[in-house]
């Protein structure tokens, strides 16, 4: 099934100064539908085909680089989209939150151990919240990858490549990563993901 590039879930300019809609036209318009033309192209012919954009990720990692970089920056695009969303940030819904403090310590921890993550992640790369044998962790990866190919379910992601934050942020990117996680996430969309997988 061919990829395809979704709306963003709100207008370019719904985040305001968090994430312009210069950088929207710029990550979502010319970035992730980068990575749809060209995941596509590769998508042909690989053996791949007619699999799930998950499987597609997983079966693609360590064997097909070209086209495992393309699918999973699309699968992480798709997700980062929503991971977001107008005056987001603030309460961590009830259930997600009692697993984060079980899990992890305490909501404070988390976004110490989930910023820190973005910030030490050398060069381009994402940070997550990601749900391992039942188990909430913070983890960190380089490009494109993400704890699918790890055995996990991706639940939070930040994108810290330049293109994410440059524009509004040039180079602070500890200011975007907290300016992520205080402003923008949109957690009921982390709830969900984690009930979907548990
Ligand atoms: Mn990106």
Same mark, same amino acid.
């Given at each position: 099934?061919?990829?395809?590039?979704?709306?963003?879930?709100?207008?370019?300019?719904? !985040?305001?100064?968090?994430?312009?809609?210069?950088?929207?036209?710029? @990550? @979502?318009?010319?970035?992730?539908?980068?990575?749809?033309?060209?995941?596509?192209?590769?998508?042909?012919?690989?053996?791949?085909e007619g699999k799930s954009?998950?499987?597609?990720?997983?079966?693609?990692?360590?064997?097909?680089?070209?086209?495992?970089?393309?699918?999973?920056?699309?699968?992480?695009?798709?997700?980062?989209?929503?991971?977001?969303?107008?005056?987001?940030?603030?309460?961590?819904?009830?259930?997600?939150?009692?697993?984060?403090?079980?899990? !992890?310590?305490?909501?404070?921890?988390?976004?110490?151990?989930?910023?820190?993550?973005?910030?030490?992640?050398?060069?381009?790369?994402?940070?997550?919240?990601?749900?391992?044998?039942?188990? !909430?962790?913070?983890?960190k990866t380089a490009n494109? /990858?993400?704890?699918?190919?790890?055995?996990?379910?991706?639940?939070?992601?930040?994108?810290?490549? /330049?293109?994410?934050?440059?524009?509004?942020? $040039?180079?602070? $990117?500890?200011?975007?990563? /907290?300016?992520?996680?205080?402003?923008?996430?949109?957690?009921?969309?982390?709830?969900?993901?984690?009930?979907?997988?548990?």
């Open positions: 099934m061919a990829f395809e590039l979704p709306e963003l879930p709100y207008a370019y300019d719904a !985040l305001g100064d968090y994430m312009s809609a210069e950088t929207f036209e710029y @990550h @979502h318009d010319k970035h992730h539908q980068a990575y749809v033309t060209n995941g596509n192209k590769l998508l042909e012919g690989s053996g791949l954009l998950e499987d597609v990720v997983k079966g693609s990692f360590g064997t097909n680089a070209g086209l495992f970089n393309n699918a999973a920056q699309h699968y992480n695009h798709l997700h980062f989209w929503n991971w977001m969303k107008p005056n987001g940030g603030g309460a961590i819904p009830g259930e997600l939150e009692k697993r984060i403090i079980a899990d !992890l310590g305490s909501v404070a921890a988390f976004r110490d151990a989930f910023i820190n993550a973005g910030m030490t992640q050398f060069g381009s790369g994402w940070a997550w919240l990601a749900l391992v044998d039942g188990k !909430l962790e913070v983890t494109g /990858e993400n704890p699918l190919v790890h055995g996990g379910t991706p639940l939070l992601g930040v994108d810290v490549w /330049e293109h994410s934050y440059y524009i509004d942020y $040039r180079n602070a $990117r500890p200011k975007y990563l /907290e300016t992520f996680f205080d402003n923008m996430v949109n957690w009921e969309y982390v709830a969900k993901l984690l009930d979907d997988a548990s």
